[in-house]
Each structure stands twice: as C-alpha cells, then as structure tokens.
Nanobody, 124 residues
C-alpha cells in the first residue's frame, strides 16, 4: 500500500509563495506517476500538475502554468510543488496522488493513492 503525506500548506497573502511537499512511502517511487489536484469549497477536485513515471513528461493546468513549478528529491521519495505569485483563486485543499498508470493523468479516476490534503489559503 502506497502512502502519501502532504505538508507545507498555510495562509499567505496574494503574490506570495508556498512550497508543498508530498512524501511517498513506496520504494518504487520512481516508477509511479505523480499528480497534484486541488479542491476549493463547493467545487470538484481540479487537476493542477502531473508527471509521468515512465517518460518524466510534466503536464500543467493552464491556470497555474508559469507560476507553479515541480521538483523531485528521489533520495527522500518526495515531490515538491513550488507555488509562486499566488492568487486568492488558488485557495483550496491540495492533494497529492500517485498511480502506476501513465495515461489520463489529468483525471482523478486514474489515481489509486491519495494523500490527506493540505489547506492553502491566499488572502487578498
């Protein structure tokens, strides 16, 4: 069973930055595809970012592309989501997800494993 633990959320003013972390328990971490999704109050879970475990190809949502970046520390089995130039509309619970699949990575249904979520609040 793969376990994912997110951290790094918090309250920040518009224009600020936060870095989210997702620690993965799986020792075959490098073979997994990873994704980040977010869910604002009253809305469905929205795709933010994914990276294919087989090709390493990143996929960004247009709403965050150019403001958010991703990095991986393979030694720590950890994926980071660096969020810059934050806007109030970025306010949501952010979820890390993992899957052995490499297709349809923008869809929540492709992911087998989910973290507990971390709250990000951006004030105006």
């Amino acid at each position: 069973q793969v376990q994912l633990v997110e951290s790094g959320g918090g309250l920040v003013q518009a224009g600020g930055s936060l870095r989210l972390s997702c620690a993965v328990s799986e020792h075959t971490f490098s073979s997994l595809s990873m994704g980040w999704f977010r869910q604002a109050p009253g809305k469905g879970r929205e795709f933010v970012f994914a990276i294919s475990g087989s090709s390493g190809t990143p996929i960004w949502a247009t709403t965050v592309k150019g403001r958010f970046t991703m990095s991986i520390n393979s030694a720590k089995n950890t994926v980071y989501l660096q969020m810059n130039s934050l806007k109030p509309e970025d306010t949501a619970v952010y979820y890390c997800a993992a899957t052995p699949s490499n297709v349809r990575l923008t869809s929540t249904s492709s992911y087998n494993y989910w973290g507990q979520g971390t709250q990000v609040t951006v004030s105006s």
